[in-house]
Each structure stands twice: as C-alpha cells, then as structure tokens.
C-alpha cells in the first residue's frame, strides 16, 4: 500500500473496512496502481445510446468479452457497465479486473428534456458478480432530480452496508439549463458538490467549460475573482467543490473525438488541475484494440508522469 493511497482512504474516515478495501482495489490495479490516479473504462453506452451508435464503428466491441480484455490489457483500474454486459462475462474474467455495476440506465427511444433513469441493477447483483462498486447516474436541473437523489441515498446505504464503494456520474440535464449550461463551470461545480453530498466515493463529471450559467453565481466567481479561464484551474475548482479534495473525483473522456492530441490535452489538464484520471469510454472502445492501448498507454503514461 503506498502512501498516496493511505492518505486517499483516509479521507473515508466514517466508511467500515469492507468499503475501504473496495476502494483499495481499484487504486491498487492496473497500470496507475498506487499513484491515486484513475483510469476507469465505461461501457454502457449500448444501452445509453443504442448498439449501432456505440459498436458499428469497430463491431468486435457488440461482444461484452471485448471490453472485459480491452479493459484488462490497456491497465485500467476498472471497468464499468451494465447489468447484463457484467453477467455475460464476468465469470470468464473473474478476478482479473475491479468491476462497477451500473445500477441506473438511461435510453434515448425516450429521450426527455427532464431525463430520469430507470434502476436497472442492485446491490446483491453487484456482490453476486463479485464488483468492487456500484454506479448511479443523478441528472442535477431536472425536473425529476429529488426522486434520484432520493434513490441514491437509499443504495448507497445498501451498498456501504455491504462493503461496496460507491460511483456517481453527476451530469447535470434539465429544461431549465441551457446545453452550455451543462458543462458551465458553476453547474459543473455544483453538480460535484451534490453528489459528495450524497454520499458519493468517487465523483464522475464532464469537463467544465468557462461559462457561466447561474447569474447569482456568476456575481460571486467575479466578485472572487475564482480562477477559471484554463481548464486546469475550472478543475481544480471541481475538486475544490468535492470537500476541498477529499473525495475522488474523475472526468468524463465525453463523444469520439478526432483530435488525439486535444484529448490528452486535457488529460495533462486534469492531471495538473489536481484530477484523479478519466474514465474514458467511447475515445476508447470505438478504435480497433491495437489503437485503443496505444491510446490508453498514452492517457497513463501523462497520469503517471512518463509522458510530460
């Protein structure tokens, strides 16, 4: 156990033993084991967006083994996915990687201003597949966020009880915001605070832009005077937002982009904004597997400081 990690676990003063190994595990795998940094590959954007928009465009990834190997081979310190991705191979791969079950899902057949998801998985499912973690999803602005929270309150009780570490993606949607508003740095911020709030082990947020959504909010990041014009200081305001860094908080890799090079500028950005890592899904698993380690040694490599 490094020192990092102690200093990590300790900010979980409150959570039994059972939790704290849980936690322990996703530090201590993989290629960033034991540095406090994470890199978490996500896979439930087949049901989030349907199988031809997350697998058409490299078809080995229809097969939930694929992900299993791709996870295992680039390093990662977990992997995440839906209920029936994890029993389709989870037995194959028993032990070989910290799994999160993801316990909420959302699709877009119905894809509403004011978005909920439906729960799709629970506790006892993650202890039978032998996870690490449980996932939830809150969309902070909706018009149905108390029912999630709500929600999640309850399953993170469940989940603590049965020595499971607990994962929030926290992604801001609503009729209210606007679709800069999503990603505004106040909203961002905001939405990181809610899910430490709740409980949260580990905080998954998009990256926050410089916008500025909140007019009450904005008189007082200039009033302030909040640095927030580079994207590592808008990250270090998240994590500042998270108990003054005191909870793990990591960010999403977002849509397939082109442009590697602005990819793992901004993970340079999370790294030196104070970040934990990324969790980094569809940039990833949409590449053939040859191209996809290539690219996820690459996001380790800048974690771990081998790559300036």
């Not at 679709?179 to 409980?199: C, F, P, S």
């Not at 999403?252 to 950005?269: C, H, L, N, P, Y």
Request: aromatic share 8%.
């Amino acid at each position: 156990m490094t020192n990092r990690v102690r200093e990590i676990l300790s900010w979980y003063g409150t959570d039994n033993a059972g939790v704290k190994t849980n936690l322990a595990r996703i530090l201590n795998h993989g290629t960033l084991k034991g540095t406090g940094k994470c890199l978490i590959l996500p896979v439930d954007q087949g049901f989030e967006h349907g199988p031809a928009r997350s697998f058409a465009v490299n078809p080995p990834g229809y097969d939930p083994r694929y992900h299993f190997e791709l996870a295992i081979e680039a390093g990662c310190n977990a992997y995440a996915a839906p209920l029936g991705a994890l029993e389709a191979a989870a037995g194959d791969f028993a032990g070989d990687i910290p799994l999160i079950l993801k316990l909420n899902n959302h699709d877009v057949l119905n894809d509403d201003k004011d978005p909920i998801s439906a729960v799709t998985g629970s506790v006892r499912d993650a202890l039978r597949l032998g996870c690490a973690a449980v996932g939830y999803t809150i969309y902070p602005g909706s018009s149905h966020c108390k029912i999630m929270y709500e929600q999640l309150r309850a399953i993170a009780e469940e989940a603590k009880d049965a020595s499971l570490a607990v994962v929030v993606w926290s992604y801001p949607r609503g009729s209210q915001l606007s679709k800069d508003g999503e990603t505004a740095m106040d909203v961002v911020a905001y939405a990181a605070q809610i899910a430490a709030q709740l409980g949260a082990h580990i905080i998954k947020v998009k990256l926050p832009t410089e916008h500025l959504e909140q007019a009450a909010a904005k008189k007082v990041y200039e009033a302030q005077q909040i640095p927030i014009k580079t994207l590592a200081e808008r990250v270090r305001h998240v994590v500042q937002s998270s108990f003054n860094g005191r909870r793990i908080v990591i960010f999403s890799g977002g849509a397939t982009k082109e442009d590697d090079k602005a990819i793992f500028e901004e993970v340079r950005a999370i790294r030196d904004g104070g970040g934990f890592g990324s969790i980094m899904g569809r940039n990833s698993f949409q590449r053939k597997k040859a191209d996809a380690l290539q690219f996820l040694k690459t996001i380790t490599g800048i974690y771990a400081g081998t790559i300036p």
